[in-house]
């Protein structure tokens, strides 16, 4: 797996975000940052993004900024000139997946069944997103998942439904490597500057990752 992967597994959450104005790129990484959260997913969901994620590899590398929303191989492109040192995406291209690959850039292409987990295997992916989590079974579908796919080494990213409130019940699951999700850091209080209420749900989900899974990983 490469060492962005795994210091995303390490991480055990990625906050996943929209956006919308580049100036509040800083502030955000210093909130997820100061909560001990050193990874994430900037979607490509505004026209803010591509210089989000440009300025944000420049001012702040010690933060893995990744990019999310990534649906073409353009994308994947746009990405990587910019800095992104990850890519999400919520279902399973496989165009997409061999554009990231060709360049070298690790990809987490989204799955919610058994033949997309099979795709990403063949694909070689290590890590694939588990999308839209809440609305297909959750933790259930997971642990059914584990039975048949543990032994390939594949880990999941649960993302879609993911809050304060399960994400202790998906950190549980070894199958995971992390949670994903917007609940961390909502476009709209962004807007409205409550960096201090980010800055706490991050120290809140650092606090959770590390009471289940120790300081060992
Ligand atoms: C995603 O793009 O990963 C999801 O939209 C995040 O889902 P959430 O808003 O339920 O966390």
Known sequence: ???????????????????????????????????????????????????????LSKERPQLIVGAGTVLSPETVQTAVACGARFGVAPGLNPRVV???????????????????????????CSILKFFPAESIGGVKLLKAFAGPYKHTGVRFMPTGGVTAENLSDYLRLPIVAAAG??????????AEGKWGDILQRCKEATGLVQSIRGFSR
Request: zero cysteines; a negative charge; proline letters at 7%.
């Open 1 to 55: 797996m490469s060492s962005v992967l795994e210091s995303i597994a390490a991480a055990g959450v990625v906050p996943v975000v929209a956006v919308d104005v580049v100036e509040h790129a800083l502030p955000l990484a210093d909130a997820l940052l100061e909560g001990g959260l050193p990874v994430v997913e900037v979607t490509f969901r505004t026209r803010a993004a591509a210089d989000v994620i440009r300025l």
């Open 181 to 190: 999700g917007t609940w961390i850091a909502k476009t709209a209080d962004m």
């Open 98 to 124: 061999r554009a990231a690959s060709e360049t070298g850039f690790p990809f987490i292409p989204g799955v919610a069944t058994p033949s997309e987990i099979e795709q990403g295997l063949e694909l070689g």
